[in-house]
């Protein structure tokens, strides 16, 4: 049972135990994104750096073993910098809205694609509890102005759907949620024309809805309709990514190492999990997970240097990757790179 130190304060720990796992027992988080308890560190990403007396360098405490008499400096500024800068060089090629255009803008910054998805869903009133305010004074014209759907031909008339919700939510006469906190987030920036085609794959391509009667505004079915042409510009994992989640701790500048962005790419190969490449950080996870699980054709690691990604084997499609472990890879990955499809209207 080696006895060492970390920030200070001793603890004795069973051997083979790593670094990360001794610091948890002192409830220290170390920040890990490529390694889990049951898959093997790899130390792709190296956020969870720390530094031991002794060593030159800093050293990834995902898969360095403890050892008696070990000294750990897991949290000084110093260690908090680098990891800062490794995750500002996960992000110089990070291609994704964390939110969409349209939430960006909503001065409430609300969740406007969800409450879009709702509508689709024809369920109004969980639309109004994702807005903040009386619903009566509720306004849209932001969010449309800023709608990515414009650049393919019309936005998205998120004022008229907000009316609509409005009119439909029944009994609510003031939304429930309190305004949303400003939050670390990246964006995409301008698209090509190619990407803005495959932000368009399984979208209504039908041009805005005008209400067949502008005094009533929308019937539920022509706000159906009209919800349906929103692209989903906001990122599936937005809640639960640990790139952003750390990038918000560690005060990431997503711009910093920020040269030639990757394509943004969208893989709908599989018909519950979305792939999209420019979220991946090539943790290793899903590749690790697929040969745990036996897939036959297993996620492995494509191409070389800056070109390196995560690809079924021998040119197979996602879809045949991830037979069994879908849902799983799509937990375990620390991105939206990998995401549900969909999960609920909220998705
Ligand atoms: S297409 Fe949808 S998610 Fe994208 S900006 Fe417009 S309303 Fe928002
Ligand atoms: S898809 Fe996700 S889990 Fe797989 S390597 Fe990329 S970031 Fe990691």
Not at 154 to 171: F, S, T
Not at 203 to 227: C, F, L, N
Not at 236 to 255: F, G, I, T, V
């Amino acid at each position: 049972m080696p006895k060492l130190i970390i920030d200070n304060r001793e603890i004795e720990v069973r051997n083979g135990a790593t670094i990360v796992d001794a610091a948890a027992e002192l409830a220290i988080e170390i920040p890990t994104m490529c390694s889990l308890p049951d898959v093997p560190a790899c130390t792709s990403c190296m956020v969870c750096v720390v530094a031991v007396d002794g060593r030159e360098n800093l050293v990834p405490a995902c898969a360095t073993l403890v050892a008696e008499g070990m000294r750990i400096d897991a949290s000084s500024d110093a260690v908090k910098v680098a990891r800062r800068t490794n995750l500002e060089l996960l992000l110089s090629d990070h291609v994704g809205d964390c939110i969409a255009p349209c939430q960006m803008a909503d001065p409430n910054k609300a969740n406007i694609p969800a409450v879009i998805r709702h509508i689709a869903a024809g369920d109004p009133a969980a639309a109004a509890g994702l807005l903040t305010g009386s619903l009566a004074d509720i306004d849209g014209t932001k969010p449309r102005r800023a709608c990515r759907r414009a650049r393919q031909d019309e936005p998205v008339a998120i004022d008229l759907l907000l009316k609509y919700v409005a009119a439909h939510a029944g009994d609510l006469e003031t939304a429930s949620q309190a305004p949303a906190a400003h939050r670390f987030s990246v964006h995409i920036g301008k698209l090509s024309e190619t990407e803005l085609e495959r932000f368009m794959v399984g979208i209504s391509p039908d041009p805005q809805v005008i209400p067949a009667d502008p005094s009533t505004g929308y019937t539920p079915a022509e706000a159906a309709a009209e919800a349906e042409r929103c692209m989903h510009c906001d990122c599936r994992k937005a809640d639960n990514c640990r790139l952003r989640d750390y990038s918000e701790a560690y005060q990431a500048k997503p711009a910093h190492f920020r040269t030639e962005r990757r394509e943004f790419m969208q893989n709908l190969e599989h018909p519950d999990v979305i792939y999209e490449p420019g979220k991946c950080i090539c943790c290793g996870l899903c590749v690790r997970i697929t040969a745990q699980e036996g897939e036959e054709y297993a996620l492995s690691f494509v191409g070389r240097g800056f070109g390196v990604q995560v690809a079924p084997a021998l040119d197979r499609d996602v879809s045949q990757a991830l037979q069994k472990a879908g849902a799983r890879c799509v937990e375990a990955c620390p991105t939206g790179a990998l995401a549900m499809r969909k999960n609920d209207a909220a998705d």
